[in-house]
């Protein structure tokens, strides 16, 4: 048992490092992307728009999928979907292939953003103890990894597809190979008077959906917004305005490194705290910040503080239906795209309107929303995280962070 929990647990690290790599890989190529196909300013945001729209629909329907296929099936074959749509935008020429390869990449990623993390908590409550933030530091690891790759390709000046082809050919067997590992954990028996035992009460998961949102509201405006802020509000140079995004990526990967450390130590409860205050601060500095020095600080600060909020969501909502875990995330998942898609023309409209200071006291605001919902991070069953881990029966070998 000890050797499949580890195999298993690997794999899925592997798999949420191969997702962060080709996302960012999309994401950051997206101007040499528009210019390839000739999308013009008032399309693209359609375009942007599609993506997380198909995602959300991806998701539902893994829900459904999942009451007849085990996730790790699923994730199995939509990982290298969501890989050959990737190739797919970098090797087309035409604005309709390019609408059907972002199609297959938003649908399929749904499905393997939700699967990803029904595995991640189902293992989590089969180990007795957090993990779910170890498996996010390698979704950052992959998304350093292909920042820095679309980097070389733009510096050199490389095709889409010759940029996009090496990475598919590589990702594309492994995780494949890597797929035959994965384990659709199961956690101790649920009490049956429980009423997690019973079906998803979405009043119930609502404040974890409101959290997920807030959460991907701050994280999207770092992603789209930073660069320019550093830039046209603090007056940086063009060269600095790329550093942001990438330390934030780095804070971020370090803050769930030694996450799932402070949830065992201190619980999810304290931990979601201090991170929505960190954050807040974050916010505050930026939004404050005299100069381009102090701005990146703020950004440094939010890398720290937002890096925790979504892991644990996904986890809290395990806990809270450990009997109906793959539904709740299903569910919950869709709020991940929510957030994504209001929160980058949120701060554009507010910085046009009002200014782009003022802008980002908003996402400010509603990360400090989330103290409100701590209380919904509160172990549960489990009982991991507030000192008072389960016996486990399966020796998992010490470390627990480690992959």
């Known amino acids: 048992m000890t050797d499949v929990l580890r195999r298993g647990r690997?794999?899925?690290?592997?798999?949420?490092?191969?997702?962060?790599?080709?996302?960012?890989?999309?994401?950051?190529?997206?101007?040499?992307i528009q210019d390839r196909y000739g999308v013009s300013d008032a399309l693209l945001p359609v375009f942007l728009a599609a993506v997380p729209i198909l995602a959300g629909v991806g998701s539902v329907t893994t829900e459904q999928l999942v009451k007849r296929i085990r996730p790790s099936r699923l994730l199995r074959w939509s990982q290298p979907v969501v890989l050959l749509a990737l190739l797919g935008v970098g090797a087309g020429d035409r604005m309709a292939e390019l609408g059907i390869a972002l199609a297959a990449f938003g649908l399929t990623v749904g499905a393997?953003?939700?699967?990803?993390?029904?595995?991640?908590?189902?293992?989590?409550?089969?180990?007795?103890?957090?993990?779910?933030?170890?498996?996010?530091?390698?979704?950052?690891?992959?998304?350093?990894?292909?920042?820095?790759?679309?980097?070389?390709?733009?510096?050199?000046?490389?095709?889409?597809?010759?940029?996009?082809?090496?990475?598919?050919?590589?990702?594309?067997?492994?995780?494949?190979?890597?797929?035959?590992?994965?384990?659709?954990?199961?956690?101790?028996?649920?009490?049956?008077?429980?009423?997690?035992?019973?079906?998803?009460?979405?009043?119930?998961?609502?404040?974890?959906?409101l959290v997920m949102t807030f959460a991907y509201i701050g994280d999207s405006t770092v992603s789209n917004w930073s660069a320019k802020y550093l830039q046209d509000t603090l007056r940086s140079s063009e060269q600095l305005a790329t550093v942001p995004y990438n330390v934030y990526m780095v804070t971020t990967l370090l803050g769930r490194s030694l996450g799932d450390f402070g949830v065992r130590r201190f619980g999810a409860v304290a931990v979601v705290r201090l991170g929505a205050l960190v954050a807040a601060l974050g916010f505050a500095v930026v939004a404050g910040a005299p100069g381009a020095w102090v701005g990146m600080l703020g950004f440094t600060l939010l890398g720290l503080g937002l890096c925790v909020l979504v892991p644990q969501t996904f986890a809290a909502a395990g806990r809270l239906f450990p009997g109906a875990s793959d539904t709740a995330i299903a569910r919950l998942n869709i709020f991940n795209y929510v957030g994504f898609l209001i929160g980058s023309p949120l701060v554009g409209a507010l910085g046009d309107a009002w200014s782009y200071r003022g802008a980002m006291l908003v996402p400010m605001a509603l990360v400090l929303v989330t103290l409100v919902y701590a209380r919904s991070f509160k172990p549960g069953p489990d009982r991991y995280g507030d000192g008072h881990e389960r016996p486990r029966t399966a020796d998992v070998g010490p470390g627990s962070n480690g992959l």
Request: net charge neutral; charged share 10%; proline share 5%.
């Open 10 to 32: 690997a794999s899925l690290a592997f798999s949420f490092c191969a997702q962060g790599a080709t996302f960012a890989l999309l994401v950051t190529r997206i101007p040499a």
């Open 112 to 209: 393997l953003d939700a699967s990803m993390n029904m595995l991640g908590v189902s293992l989590q409550r089969t180990y007795g103890r957090s993990i779910m933030l170890g498996f996010h530091a390698a979704y950052s690891l992959g998304g350093i990894v292909g920042a820095s790759l679309a980097w070389v390709g733009a510096h050199w000046h490389l095709a889409l597809w010759v940029s996009y082809l090496p990475v598919v050919v590589v990702l594309l067997p492994a995780t494949f190979i890597g797929s035959r590992w994965y384990v659709d954990g199961s956690g101790p028996a649920v009490d049956a008077e429980g009423a997690e035992a019973g079906p998803v009460v979405f009043k119930l998961l609502l404040p974890l959906c």
